[in-house]
């Protein structure tokens, strides 16, 4: 069995703890991000795959997500790099009616993991909520997130708006859209695509020099 | 090429169900599939995007029986989870039922929803709450050395609380900035209002004091416990610090 096979069948059985264990086995430094995206990206693709393969139900799907999103959490809450004085700081939602969320999650962990100061709003978040957060809040950087092709025009709708900020954010659009979908057109200097965390993190470690370079 | 007409059928269970060719074309419906649906010939229609390939897969003549779950498209352009229950008659025919699952997983799915809504906003709120008080942390750590001109030569400044690194950091400018833009050459460090005092805050301590040597103030401290006593100890600066027991004597003795 692989090693998605091994923790497929245990986020599909409901077993946070096993998972946790077997994940805290694949290396004596825990580099969360490394786990993300050699574990638990392909592992949740696995189980999409295994629905389609018509060998599990949306149900096993569910649970095995909620298994994840502890397991993510676990990981997340392990020792981090304490958030600055200063520290930029990092505002993330998934757009209305977008349900998946893991994704946005590991985000959220990565940024902390360079000492962002983040705020994360979660999935589903209609527009004028989330610009709220934004103007009280005035992140350096937005990072919007959708999966499904339908939400593409409130997509477009959502970085129009943040485009438009004064004290002009980064935006970053990511989520499984960013991977599948040539999403070009809706780039510029201030709205990037990130396909995965490895981009992210190379955005991230190159935006510190900038701003080492400037200062 | 024949064209294909759906048509209507009564004869069949009291529950959405299609006949389809195998090129995915909808040759029969019933009353309740046409009421579920917006039907067009094509099957595709009414399927979401993310099912295609599960419904290719599985829905073929090769599998004469099968049951499968897949997303599709109702008339409100709702997206509903359903069993198809699939039966090929012959290469060409096969019968589909369609059974929704939303009723089954519906209350469940809403309470799930709703659990992590309310724990997402927890969290949020939560935040919220830690950084206000982290605000009146360091509100308060600001307070907590005022600095206080008696006479042309001398100022106090009491300590307030415990002696915490981050509070230290924290006070460090003000007082330095005080110190030089107030003439006062001698300053009064009042301990009588302070609590514990920490190894990492004793060191900013030594670090401010040592500052205000070099811009050439006496520094005069007064009121330890013996316990802080103690702790001062592991200061080591020998020169030019004096030591007092009470505010009255140091006023006594440094005020007007």
């Given amino acids: ?102 994704g946005l999650k590991m985000v959220a962990s990565t940024f902390r993991e360079y000492g962002w100061d983040v705020r994360y709003l979660g999935p589903n978040l209609p527009l004028d909520h989330a610009l709220t957060q934004v103007n009280r809040y005035k992140p350096d950087v937005i990072g919007v997130s959708a999966a499904l092709s339908y939400r593409l025009p409130v997509l477009k709708d959502v970085i129009e708006h943040l485009a438009r900020l004064e004290w002009s954010p980064t935006v970053l659009i990511g989520g499984r859209m960013a991977k599948e979908y040539d999403l070009r057109s809706f780039a510029s200097d201030r709205v990037l695509i990130v396909k995965d965390l490895h981009q992210l993190e190379a955005w991230i470690e190159g935006n510190e020099e900038d701003i080492n370079a400037t200062s | 090429m024949k064209k294909t007409l759906m048509r209507q059928v009564n004869n069949q269970f009291p ?29 595709w229609e009414i399927i979401e995007e993310g099912s295609h390939t599960k419904v290719k897969e599985w829905v073929i003549p090769s599998q004469p029986k099968s049951k499968v779950e897949i997303n599709m498209i109702t008339a409100s352009k709702q997206v509903v989870l359903v069993d198809l229950y699939v039966k090929w008659n012959n290469d ?62 001398t100022s106090l400044i009491p300590l307030f609380g415990d002696i915490s690194e981050e509070k230290l950091l924290t006070i460090k400018d003000q007082i330095l900035l005080n110190a ?77």
Wanted: hydrophobic share 40%; charged share 25%.
């Fill in chain 2, 92 to 153: 060409l025919q096969a019968e589909i039922m369609i059974f929704p699952k939303e009723g089954q997983n519906q209350h469940v799915t809403k309470m799930l929803d709703r659990l992590q809504t309310r724990l997402n906003e927890t969290n949020f709120e939560l935040l919220e709450e830690k950084e206000k008080l982290e605000d009146a942390i360091q509100q308060n750590n600001k307070l907590s050395a005022p600095f206080i001109q008696l006479t042309d030569e």
């Fill in chain 1, 1 to 102: 069995m692989d090693d998605f096979s091994k923790l497929a069948k245990l986020f599909l059985e409901g077993n946070e703890d096993d998972a946790i264990h077997y994940l805290s086995q694949m290396g004596p430094t825990p580099n969360r991000l490394h786990l993300y995206e050699q574990f638990l990206t392909p592992t949740m693709y696995h189980i999409g795959a295994l629905w389609e393969r018509n060998e599990i139900s949306v149900a096993d799907e569910h649970l095995a997500t909620a298994v994840c999103d502890f397991v993510l959490s676990q990981l997340d809450s392990m020792e981090k790099r304490k958030v600055e004085k200063n520290a930029s700081k990092a505002l993330l939602f998934g757009i209305e009616e977008e349900q998946h969320y893991l």
């Fill in chain 2, 180 to 256: 030089h833009t107030h003439e006062s050459d001698c300053l009064l460090f009042d301990f009588t209002a302070v609590g514990e005092m920490h190894q990492e805050g004793v060191y900013v301590l030594k670090d401010i004091f040592t500052s205000l040597l070099y811009m050439g103030k006496e520094i005069v401290i007064v009121g330890v416990k013996p316990i802080q006593a103690q702790r001062l100890h592991h200061l080591k600066i020998r020169f030019n610090l004096s030591f007092v027991t009470s505010l009255q004597e140091a006023l006594n003795r440094f005020g007007a």
């Fill in chain 2, 15 to 43: 529950a959405p169900c299609l006949t389809i060719n195998k090129k995915y074309t909808i040759l029969e419906y019933t009353q309740e599939a046409s009421e579920m649906f917006h039907l067009t010939p094509s099957l």
